[in-house]
């Protein structure tokens, strides 16, 4: 009696071990993976941007090197029930996003490839890369492929976000210059989705996140590509410099028709030692920018540093991994506005810059807190060429110029989560209260449509839901079509479509 219990526990015991991803892959596929403790597993941890994610614990890191491998391992957690993460290059911040508890982490970090076919002018480029990776393959090639602005961002996360670039206003989101997706769907078979093959599938994945499939490669659009000019300014923070900031980069995004300028402009707080800095990011797709593009930044006095110089895109990308500092938790989040008008530019963008330092100051007991606010230009240029490349998700009307505001909170112990997690949502949620506010008194432009962008996003933000509603309704109906029962609806994190 005894022992027959004891076997039939042994029994049950071996079926839930063999039903676990880990171990089916290990016996069933020769995919590599790296096991808890192994020092290949803990390097792998190591490459989030945030600590909070890197210290969660899969139950093993899973390297496919081909589409076949990933279909291989998507069919195996077809036949059980766990829960899984897809990661690329870790930047997303949001815990469960990329990183996970438990179940298999599914690494992408072997899809490398970056083949350049200057012919037709295109470059595979595998989601395991980084940007500076890509760039670096590129170099001397004369091509570019449109990617991120700081060279450690990962390719697969990014793109599947829409990706803005240095370069969106002259050629688009990231994801307008994708002609081919790879892509392992629900039923662990491999697709190439096109524009022609599968239209609305295309379409999905410009800005769907990854719940269509786990993409193996991006065929994209190279383009022509010499020496670029940038690098960043450095200021002290002082009332004057940000009054002068602010007009700037209000001014940048509604006048300057030089496609080929971009920007990022950044206020930055150590709460603890109350350093105030902005850092912007210039970049010039060319030698030398022409005068008039930067001047009302390089005319406000006394930056503490310059380091915008001629360089190859590699240089200036890796440059600016100076930004990506690890050993933080780190929160993002973001708001969408519209560009207020020169006269009423002064009131609003100082407005938003306050009440960002009113609610960070509000957490600056919390171990190692650093605060930063960013105004990213999306001016109507950006939204005409994503639209005359065939549109995305995220379908930007070139009516009206926006800024997106993109947020983070990085700290210490991640047991001030739950106080910076409200902080974020209170600092976004206060700029939608100004923006709406502003739009009640006249001063900012009512009725207009402003989407959230998935890469800035907080866990909780709806990005799908601030979408137009045709562009929900396509995704809602395509999920239908490629993933009828939910895989990636309910298996892995990430931002999912509601349900109707
Ligand atoms: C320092 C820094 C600078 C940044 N700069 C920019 C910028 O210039 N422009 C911009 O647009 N964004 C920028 N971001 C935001 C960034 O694009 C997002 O965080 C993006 O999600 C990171 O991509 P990743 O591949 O590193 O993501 P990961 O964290 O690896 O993944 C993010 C999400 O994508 C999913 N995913 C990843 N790969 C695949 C795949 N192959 N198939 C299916 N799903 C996949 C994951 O499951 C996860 O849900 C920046 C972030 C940081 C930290
Ligand atoms: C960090 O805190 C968040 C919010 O409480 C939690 O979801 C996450 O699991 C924590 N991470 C770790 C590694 O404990
Ligand atoms: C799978 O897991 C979900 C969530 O934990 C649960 O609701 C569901 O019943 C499970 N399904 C099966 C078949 O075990
Ligand atoms: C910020 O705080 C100051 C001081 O409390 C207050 O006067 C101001 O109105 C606040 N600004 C915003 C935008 O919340
Ligand atoms: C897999 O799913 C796709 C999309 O739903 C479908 O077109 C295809 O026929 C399916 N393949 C198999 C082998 O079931």
């Known amino acids: 009696m005894r022992s027959g219990l004891a076997v039939a526990v042994a029994a049950l015991v071996a079926v839930a071990s063999a039903q676990n991803t880990c171990d089916l892959v290990a016996s069933q596929t020769s995919i ?46 077809g036949t059980n029930n766990e829960s899984f993460a897809i990661k690329s290059g870790g930047h997303n911040p ?29 470059v595979r480029v595998g989601p395991g890369n980084r940007w500076d990776d890509v760039s670096a393959a590129l170099d001397g090639s004369g091509y570019t492929a449109v990617g991120g602005r700081i060279g450690n961002v990962g390719v697969g996360g990014y793109m599947l976000g829409g990706g803005l670039s240095f370069m969106s206003t ?33 379409m999905a994945l410009k800005g769907g996140g990854n719940n269509f499939g786990i993409v ?87 930056f503490k540093l310059n380091t915008c110089k001629t360089q190859s895109m590699n240089s200036l990308l890796s440059g600016n991994n100076w930004a990506v500092l690890k050993g933080s938790v780190y929160t993002i989040g973001t708001e969408t506005m ?33 605060a930063s606010v960013a105004f990213q230009p999306l001016p109507k240029k950006l939204a005409q060429v994503a639209k005359d490349k065939g549109g995305d998700m995220i379908d930007v009307d070139a009516d009206i110029d926006r800024i997106v505001l993109e947020l983070d909170y990085s700290f210490w112990p991640n047991g001030s989560y739950t106080e910076i997690d409200q902080t974020m949502q209170d600092t976004y949620s206060g700029f939608k209260t100004i923006v709406e506010d502003y739009q009640d008194s006249g001063l900012l432009p009512k009725d207009v449509y402003l989407p959230l962008f998935q890469n800035d996003c907080f866990y909780p933000q709806d990005y799908f839901g601030r979408l137009k509603p045709e562009k929900l309704a396509l995704a809602r109906r395509v999920q239908a079509e490629v993933d009828p029962k939910g895989f990636w609806k309910t298996r892995t994190g990430g931002f999912k479509i509601p349900s109707s």
């Open 216 to 302: 193996t490669s991006y065929l994209l659009q190279a383009y022509p590509q010499g020496d670029v000019w940038g690098g960043n300014l450095i200021f002290d923070a002082t009332p004057e410099v940000t009054t002068a900031i602010l007009a700037a980069v209000r001014d940048f995004t509604e006048n300057y028709d030089d496609e080929k300028a971009g920007i990022i402009v950044t206020a930055e707080r150590t709460l603890a030692t109350l350093l105030d800095i902005w850092v912007i990011f210039l970049y010039y797709n060319g030698p030398e920018p022409p005068a008039d593009v930067f001047d009302k930044f390089f005319a406000i006095s006394k």
């Open 338 to 370: 519209p560009l207020p008008n020169e006269a009423n530019g002064a009131e609003v963008m100082q407005k938003i810059f306050d009440h960002w330092v009113n609610v960070s100051d509000t957490v600056k007991l919390v171990p190692g807190v650093v």
């Open 94 to 122: 949001n815990n469960y996003f990329a990183s996970i508890d438990g179940g298999p982490l599914i690494s992408t970090k072997k899809l490398d490839q970056v083949i350049l076919d200057p012919v037709a002018q295109t």
């Open 32 to 77: 590599e993976s790296y096991k808890r403790f192994e020092i290949q597993y803990t390097s792998e941890q190591t490459e989030y941007w945030s600590t909070s994610c890197g210290d969660l614990k899969p139950s093993c890191i899973l390297m496919p090197t081909t589409a076949q491998e990933v279909a291989a391992i998507v069919s195996i957690l």
């Open 170 to 202: 002259e050629y688009g989101w990231a994801a307008n210059s994708v002609l081919e997706f790879e892509l392992v769907l629900a039923n662990a078979s491999i697709v190439h989705v096109t524009e022609s093959k599968y239209p609305d599938l295309f």
